[in-house]
DNA sequence: GTTCTATTGTTACATATTGAGACAATAATA
DNA sequence: TATTATTGTCTCAATATGTAACAATAGAAC
C-alpha cells in the first residue's frame, strides 16, 4: 500500500525536515528529485493519527537516511496560504502514474512543522522515498531551486542552527565520535560561513571544558600530529 | 454564529498565545477561564481555511487585547498524542450548554502552532472569546494549574524569551512608548528572574545606540529626576 | 643522520569587555 | 540650608578576546 492510499494520516500536516552532514569541508543537505519532474524538495512526510509530531519526524529521518538516535530539532511551523499549490502535487503524483480525485487529502492545504538534524555524513545509507529517482546531498553555499517555500525553510533552519551554535554547542554531532580541532573549527567555519581564527577557536573550545582529548592522529603527512578529541559525555 | 456550527477552519491545527505583559515590577501573561469548569488556559483559536497561520495568530491576539502591531514570534509546536483529550474539551463545550457529536471536529486530535506575544499592559482592552467567563493577568512567577499541555508551553515560551532577549533586544515591546533606564532594567529582570547591576546595565543599553534620550521625568519624589528613553526608529 | 616544510599546541602581550564600587549631581523634603 | 534617595558617570580591577610569536614534531628531501 502506498501513502497515497492510506487514511493513517493526519490531514493538513505535513513536516520537512533539513538533514545537514558535513564533508570534505563543505556543509550540505539532503534533497529529493521527484520522479521526471526533476523537482527538488527537502525529505518529508505525513504524521501517523497515532503519533507523536515528533515521533513522525524520526521516522522519517530514519526512513531516509537508516539512522536512529540523531540530533534533531524543529525550529519553526511554515503555514501561509501561499504554499497552497494543489497543481504542484498533482503534477508530482501524475508523474508516478496515479491520478487522484481534485479532493484528495494530498492535495489539500498543508502547513509542514520543520526540523533540522545533524547527522554523521559517514554513517548514512540514503533511501529514496516512492515519490522519488534519489535523495543526495546539496552543498548549502550552492543550493538549486526547490519546490515551494522549500527554500525559506532552508535559509530558517541556517539561522537557527547559527543562533543555537553561539549559544549552546551542537557542532560536534556533524562529525564522527573522534575529530580533531581542525575539523572542528571547519564545521563551524561551514555554518558560519566565514573563517576563524586558530588559536582563539582553539582556547574557546578547550576553555569550554566540553571536550576530552584522545591519542595523537598520525596520517602520514609531514608535520605535527594533531590530537584527537571527544565530547565529554554527560 | 458560534465557532462550534462553523466549517470555516482546518481541523486538527490550533494556535495557543502567550502573551506577556509588565507591570508594577511583575512579568504576566493573559490566561482565560472557562465557564463553570473554573479552568484555566492559554488564549488561541483556530486557523481559518483561507487565512494564513501567522494571520490567524494576530486575529487571535485582536479578539481578545484589542490590539494591532504587536511584537508576535512563532516558537514551537505542540504535537504529541498525550495532549489529545477530548473528554477535556468535551467538559468545556458542555459546560457552555452544547453537546457535540463524538466525531465533531473540535472534538478531534490537535497540533498547537504556539506564539509569543509583548504588549503594553496599558493599552489592552480585554475581551474573553465565547466559551470563556474571563481573561485576566497572573504573574509568571505564580501561575496555577493550567489545561492540558500549556503549563509547559509557557515554560518554553519564557525560555524563548530569555533566548531572544540575549541576542536580539526585545524587552522594550513590553513598556510604554517612553520609560526609564530603571523600567527598562525591571523588564530584563523579571524575564531572567535575577537581579542586575544597575551602572553595568545602564553602560550595556547606551552603548548599543538603541535608546533615544528624551526629557526627564518629574516624578515628585526627592531624588535627581531620571532621562525617558525610547527606542530609536529604525 | 641532518635539514627542511607544514602544521600544531602553547604562551605572551595588547586590546576590549565586564564587574564592582566610588562619587558628584539633583529633586523634593525637613 | 541640610538631608535623603536616586541617578548618571567615572575609575580601577578582573576577565575575555584579538593577534602574533614560538617551540614542538611528523614526515620528506637530502
Redesign the interface.
Known amino acids: 500500500m502506498t501513502v497515497l492510499e492510506t487514511q493513517g494520516f ?4 505535513a513536516f520537512d525536515s533539513v538533514i545537514f552532514g558535513f564533508s570534505k569541508g563543505k556543509l550540505k543537505i539532503l534533497l529529493m528529485e521527484y520522479h521526471d519532474t526533476g523537482w527538488l524538495a527537502l525529505p518529508g512526510g505525513f ?1 501517523g ?6 515521533e513522525a519526524a524520526k521516522r522519517g529521518l530514519k526512513e531516509r537516511t537508516g539512522l536512529d538516535n540523531i540530533y534533531l530539532e ?1 525550529f ?7 504554499r497552497f499549490k494543489p497543481e504542484v502535487m498533482q503534477t508530482i503524483i501524475a508523474a508516478n502514474g496515479f491520478n487522484l480525485n481534485p479532493d484528495h487529502w494530498m492535495l489539500d ?1 498543508f ?1 509542514s ?1 520543520s526540523y533540522f538534524a545533524l547527522i554523521d555524513f559517514e554513517k548514512v545509507i540514503l533511501t529514496p522515498d516512492e515519490l522519488s529517482d534519489s535523495i543526495a546531498w546539496y552543498e548549502i553555499e550552492n543550493l538549486p531551486d526547490l519546490i515551494l517555500d522549500h527554500s525559506a525553510i532552508v535559509a530558517k533552519a541556517l539561522q537557527t542552527l547559527r ?1 543555537n551554535l ?2 549552546k554547542l551542537i557542532g560536534g554531532n556533524l562529525l564522527p565520535e573522534r575529530f580533531t580541532m581542525n575539523e572542528l573549527q571547519q564545521v563551524y567555519e561551514a555554518i558560519f560561513g566565514q573563517k576563524l581564527r586558530r588559536t582563539t577557536f582553539q582556547r574557546k573550545m578547550l576553555g569550554l571544558d566540553i571536550l576530552e582529548r584522545h591519542e595523537k592522529l598520525y596520517t602520514g603527512k609531514s608535520h605535527k600530529a594533531p590530537y584527537l578529541y571527544s565530547f565529554r559525555k554527560v
Chains 1, 2 share one sequence.
Open positions: 493526519l490531514p493538513h500536516i504524521v493519527k497515532n503519533e507523536d509530531l515528533d524543529q519553526y511551523t511554515f503555514g501561509n496560504l501561499s492545504r502547513i512543522v543562533e553561539e549559544r
